[in-house]
């Protein structure tokens, strides 16, 4: 299939969700030009601010294959990807995304993040709205925790 149907296929996806009741937000994670995954925005059936349709994907995707790395994966998007949720696939090592609709033909009816990508180009420490601070532990030495893990993969 074409990037433009496999487009299309995360559109129709995203107009089932708005009729099912949710947002209008789908996205498919193909492997070899399959589809291996599929998600749709269920922040409102789950109140989990995160279940966005990329997230959802990326889960899916990670389970069926059996990996959290998808170098080997596109996502296709029916929406610009949030900042969160472009942080992940890029953490998951995915280069090729690729959406249908902007952050600009989203602003119009509430749906843009381009306010948030906007505050997350400052530095943590600086952005507005938001408190951010490092405590250190009392008892350990700073790196103790991260240790304890990389003895524990030995």
Same mark, same amino acid.
């Given at each position: 299939?074409?990037?433009?149907? *496999?487009?299309? %296929? ?5 107009? !089932?969700? @708005? ?6 937000? $789908?996205?498919? /994670? /193909? =492997?070899?030009?399959? @589809? /291996?995954?599929?998600?749709?925005? %269920? ?12 997230? &959802? ?6 389970? @069926? #294959?059996?990996? @959290?790395? #998808?170098?080997? =994966? ?7 990807? =949030?900042? &969160? =949720?472009? +942080? +992940? &696939?890029? &953490? ?16 119009? *009816?509430?749906?843009?993040?381009? +306010? ?5 180009? /400052? $530095? ?16 350990? !030495?700073?790196? $103790?925790?991260?240790? *304890?893990?990389?003895?524990? %993969?030995?």
């Amino acid at each position: 299939m074409s990037d433009n149907l *496999f487009l299309q %296929q995360a559109i129709a996806l995203a107009r !089932e969700n @708005v009729k099912a009741g949710g947002r209008p937000f $789908a996205a498919l /994670v /193909v =492997c070899n030009g399959e @589809v /291996v995954a599929s998600g749709t925005n %269920q922040m409102l059936a789950l109140n989990d601010p995160t279940a966005h349709a990329e997230l &959802m994907a990326l889960r899916q995707a990670g389970k @069926v #294959l059996g990996r @959290v790395r #998808l170098e080997d =994966c596109i996502v296709y998007a029916s929406g610009q990807p =949030c900042p &969160m =949720c472009l +942080a +992940a &696939m890029r &953490m998951a090592g995915i280069s090729q995304i690729y959406y249908a609709y902007s952050n600009q033909d989203a602003e119009p *009816f509430g749906l843009s993040t381009e +306010a948030i990508a906007e505050a997350l180009r /400052v $530095a943590p420490q600086q952005q507005s709205g938001l408190t951010y601070k490092q405590f250190k532990p009392h008892d350990e !030495e700073q790196s $103790a925790l991260y240790r *304890f893990w990389q003895t524990s %993969q030995q």
